[in-house]
């Protein structure tokens, strides 16, 4: 092979897309320059003299149909794109502000790309739409660029100064301490709190933006890449210099506080973040809270808080929730260290019951910490929330003889904590310390997350239940922090390392539930570990996502061999070999977990600027750009006149009779048939205002009418009254699916064609439809697209239809991309007579899918109409023998000569 | 992969060096530049075909630079890179003729194809202007 040689197949491999389309163009060209020249010469001659030569022409139509062309690919692209963003919306999962981000660029630009392109091929007819576009992506950019609004304020405040009404500058958790403090006979430790003003003091607008940067580029899929990037966020944000008027009023506060208690006071301090205020969500155990800081290191703890806003664990999870890094303001409390005898942490009503009447208290000697790290064993007390608070439950899961609260104790803490639900007006969640004094002091208060627990049946958390039926469980035991059923193969992690390597939809086994590990919440099925309870944050968090997690199971690390599949029933406390359907089917949907996120809402606010659809009816006046509303109705009307600009291009430079011709004789329907190069037989007369399929030449073309006309159509099948019910409630909500108003334009069916190209619309009304193909030597250039959407009828049922189309059709080989009722399939670099097959298929599926409209009501019509499509299919394919020429293209004799 | 020269224009130091060194891997030529004055340097210089041009730099930003390549050399595609950029960093980019926009992070393979895409569209806007020429040469009296 010679270099040159070498160097054409190349590039004919690698070409695709719409150059390729812009080659195949050239291609098709070749043969009716005579046709073109004089298609030309009508188009100039009234309005100029000026003669073109050939290849002047065969440019000038080219451009008009490269910008065809890359309009319908920017169409596809943004309708994809658009229903990229619904299904992220409409989704279970959580989904970053960077991908709607990108959805919307990608939107955005495309749309941009249609607008240029219909404003090449119509002289500029249509600019408002420019001016539409610019207000529509103006309102996006606003409500995507918006800012939570920030309060400036105090740099430094009292805790004892704090109340509910300064929680914009002190964060909740503090806030709600503040709050606490105030009430009558409860402690809290001396502080004050570093508000959201001074963390905006210390990180200036160039940290901010380097560390959105930063975020921005992150895969935060990719483990390696989150920790790094996290890893330089915090490290910059340590090393930045803190202002010294704010370290001065640090260090005033702090030497208050020494006054107020002992010289060289210890203070703990605590991350208490802004922003974090949608019910449902946890934030727990997301940032850091340093103890036993000195003065020295006051200003480098403080730091340190503030940098673990970008932890790995925090971004993570803010990203799951939908939560935009700048949703949240980092702020700080500074406590006074109470030295404590003994901490712990108390649920005002048992998490596991709903309408619990028990108090759940879980203490350990020393500081409060460990309970909530889940590294501390705890010992379990679930007291009566009826005085005297008779203690109903005990449970000393520490190595020690003594229990670690007295009867006195527990008291104390039950009165506190139904003090404290009263003054919120919700179950509380309490973190507490008493100290070698005996007072109790409460260190956090706040609203206790309402997990509804799925296996209502399962959740005797005591005493583990064997399942009836199936195998036994192998493993039996430990404390539900999570109830649920989940299944999937076992993957032990022990370093970060291993945590690296945790893939998609394991079960997590862990030897600590420590909050580090919390990321691969977003990857695991199930969590297990030998240690923990279910106050730790890993416990928490796994309840609200809804992945069960079974703690404190002895020998988990030892006994679970990675990749063994497992079902892990964490409600029973039981854990099973293999897959065990019996159980998952008793499973219950997991929760929006995005729900009232900022992310959320943004979306929200963008669809209704980008997809719904008011430009329904071309023929009606309302059909133009000033009428626009959505980025969804820009398209709609760029792809509309692109089709007509194509069609009267030829009109408006006296060539009419020759773009549009009828399709005659004896066929179902009307069709249209419009010539773009080489699509008709030589030598038929072109002034004619119709044309036969006989005079057809078009190989894509003659395909599609092949299954068109390969059985009769029916018409439509009786309408069952829910069915009918249904379209006439759309028809009144939409009066341009009204049948009585349906305007010419709308059932015209066009064939674009040119001898091996053929795009055919067909909009019938209540649906909408596009073949196009390009059938060339050439397998690269080579391509068959179907797209199809609406239809009568609600969501629900145009989905099914969507789902019986798209199921025939992969039968065939076709590549499906399906959302909701839009389907898209396609077919790339096969031989020509593959593809003629597929062509005949999707002729025959476009004109019966029709009778669909009235009938998908239940799935047993579903499965016989998918039956009987492809047994039609098979019975056209097996009589393909018969040339594809000269065919009379008429129905009832197609099927006869079938026979 | 045709052989075709690309200039990677980018602030991020690990970035642009990670690039180049996997397009030509893949047999393009590739060089890198760290801003925008270095980038309109390399191309006053030096034969280029596509720009992949980051939108977000210190200095001469993305959509400067596109200006400057436009007028400087109109025939070289730009493929524009955004991150961080607000969405409307893309339009303007479209707007002022870049030939396409990808999104950080970015795949080899949709770079690959992005990049022959635009290569392909310059190669035959040139055998365009190639043709012309020739044409008028030939229609000249000698």
């Known amino acids: 092979m010679t270099g040159v040689q070498e160097f054409t197949q190349r590039t004919r491999r690698t070409v695709d897309g719409s150059v390729s389309c812009l080659q195949s163009a050239v291609c098709f060209l070749g043969k009716a320059m005579q046709r073109i020249v004089s298609f030309f010469r009508n188009m100039f001659s009234p309005v100029q003299e000026q003669r073109l030569s050939p290849e002047e022409l065969r440019d000038a139509f080219r451009k008009r149909y490269a910008n065809f062309r890359s309009l319908l690919t920017a169409n596809n692209n943004a309708l994809q794109a658009m229903a990229e963003l619904e299904k992220l919306y409409y989704g279970s999962k959580g989904y970053r502000m960077a991908v709607v981000r990108s959805k919307i660029t990608t939107i955005l630009v495309n749309v941009y790309k249609m607008i240029s392109n219909l404003l090449a091929m119509s002289d500029g007819k249509y600019k408002d739409l420019e001016t539409v576009f610019e207000r529509i992506s103006q309102d996006i950019e606003n409500i995507v660029e918006r800012r939570p609004v920030l309060h400036q304020g105090p740099m430094v405040l009292p805790l004892d100064e704090v109340k509910r009404e300064v929680r914009d500058q002190v964060g909740e958790k503090m806030a709600n301490l503040g709050e606490v403090g105030a009430i009558d006979g409860l402690v809290i430790p001396k502080g004050f709190v570093l508000t959201a003003s001074a963390t905006r003091h210390f990180l200036t607008d160039a940290n901010l933006a380097e560390i959105n940067r930063r975020l921005q580029v992150l895969d935060p899929d990719n483990l390696e890449d989150l920790y790094r990037t996290c890893e330089e966020i915090q490290k910059m944000v340590r090393e930045s210099p803190l202002p010294p008027d704010l370290e001065e009023l640090l260090y005033v506060h702090y030497a208050r506080l020494e006054r107020g208690t002992v010289p060289h006071c210890r203070v703990a301090l605590r991350s208490s973040a802004l922003g974090e205020d949608t019910a449902g969500v946890s934030f727990a155990g997301l940032y850091r809270t340093i103890l036993n800081v000195d003065r020295d290191s006051l200003v480098a703890a403080y730091k340190e808080i503030v940098a673990s806003k970008y932890g790995a664990r925090a971004i993570s999870y803010r990203r799951k929730r939908g939560y935009r890094h700048e949703d949240i303001e980092m702020c700080v409390g500074c406590l006074v260290m109470v030295d404590s005898l003994v901490s712990g942490v108390t649920y005002s009503r048992d998490p596991g019951e709903e309408e619990s009447e028990v108090i759940r208290i879980n203490a350990t000697a020393g500081i409060a910490k460990g309970v909530v790290d889940g590294t501390t064993i705890t010992d379990l007390y679930l007291v009566s929330r009826e005085t005297p608070h008779a203690v109903v439950y005990r449970e000393m899961r520490q190595d020690q003889t003594a229990s670690a609260l007295t009867y006195g104790q527990i008291k104390k803490l039950a009165e506190a904590a139904l003090r404290l639900e009263q003054h919120f007006g919700a179950p509380q969640d309490i973190e507490w310390s008493i100290d070698h004094q005996g007072t109790l002091h409460i260190l956090q208060s706040r609203p206790m997350l309402t997990v509804k627990v799925e296996d209502s049946d399962d959740d005797d958390n005591r005493t583990p239940q064997v399942e009836e039926g199936g195998e036994a469980p192998f493993m039996l035991g430990g404390i539900c922090a999570s109830a649920g059923i989940a299944s999937g193969p076992i993957f032990r992690v022990d370093t970060t390392e291993t945590m690296r390597r945790f893939p998609e939809g394991a079960v997590l086994v862990l030897e600590h539930p420590l909050p580090d590990w919390a990321p691969l919440l977003s990857r695991a099925t199930a969590v297990i570990a030998e240690h923990g309870s279910e106050a730790g944050h890993l416990a928490t968090v796994s309840r609200e996502f809804g992945i069960p997690a079974l703690f404190s199971l002895p020998g988990a690390m030892a006994g679970l061999v990675d990749g063994e599949i497992i079902t892990v029933n964490a409600g029973s406390r039981a854990i099973y070999r293999g897959r065990r359907e019996d159980l998952l089917r008793r499973r219950t949907v997991r929760k929006d977990i995005m729900a009232g996120s900022p992310v959320q809402r943004i979306v929200t606010e963008i669809l209704q600027h980008v997809t719904p659809l008011n430009l329904n009816d071309p023929a009606s006046p309302q059909f133009k750009p000033s009428w626009c509303e959505t980025l969804h109705d820009i398209t709609r009307f760029c792809h509309e006149k692109s089709v007509s600009e194509m069609f009267n291009f030829g009109q408006r430079h006296g060539f009419d009779q020759a773009a549009a011709k009828r399709l005659v004789g004896k066929v179902p329907l009307e069709w249209w048939v419009i010539d773009l190069a080489d699509g008709f037989r030589e030598g038929i007369n072109i002034e004619e205002k119709t044309v036969r399929i006989e005079d057809i030449v078009s190989v894509p073309m003659l395909a599609i009418w092949k299954g068109i006309s390969a059985f009769p159509w029916q018409g439509p099948p009786p309408v069952s009254v829910r069915g009918f019910g249904s379209i006439i409630f759309q028809s009144t909500m939409r009066p341009e699916l009204d049948p009585a108003v349906a305007s010419a334009l709308t059932v015209k069916n066009y064939f674009l064609i040119s001898e091996n190209f053929c795009n055919l619309s067909v909009r019938l009304g209540y649906h909408y439809a596009m073949i196009e193909a390009y059938l060339s030597d050439l397998l690269t250039e080579s391509y068959v697209t179907f797209r199809f959407k609406g239809g009568a009828a609600d969501l629900g049922r145009k989905a099914v239809r969507a789902r019986l189309l798209a199921d025939v059709l992969e039968t065939y080989e076709f590549r499906i991309e399906l959302e909701s009722d839009s389907l898209l399939a396609t077919l790339k670099k096969k031989p020509t007579e593959y593809l003629k097959q597929r062509l005949q298929i999707l002729g025959y599926l476009t004109l019966h899918a029709r009778q669909l409209d009235m009938v998908m009501n239940n799935s047993g019509t579903v499965g016989q109409y998918r039956d009987k499509f492809i047994a039609d299919i098979e019975e056209m394919l097996a009589c393909c023998t018969t040339p594809i020429f000269g065919e009379s293209g008429h129905a009832g004799e197609q099927e006869t000569a079938a026979r | ?142």
């Open chain 2, 1 to 142: 992969m045709r052989e075709f020269n690309v200039l990677v224009v980018d602030d991020e130091d690990e970035f642009r060096d990670l690039t180049v060194k996997r397009l030509e891997k893949r047999g393009l030529k590739a060089k890198g530049a760290a801003g925008g004055k270095e980038a309109l340097e390399i191309l006053e210089h030096s034969h280029t075909d596509v720009v992949l041009l980051d939108v977000k730099m210190p200095g001469m930003d993305g959509i400067e630079t596109l200006r400057q390549i436009r007028i400087m050399r109109p025939l070289v595609e730009v493929v524009l890179l955004t991150g961080h950029a607000s969405v409307d960093s893309g339009i303007e980019g479209m707007k002022l003729g870049a030939f396409d926009y990808l999104m950080k992070p970015i795949e080899l393979e949709p770079l690959l194809e992005k990049l022959g895409d635009a290569y392909e569209k310059k190669r035959l806007h040139q055998d365009k202007i190639e043709q012309a020429q020739m044409k008028r040469h030939l229609s000249m009296p000698s």
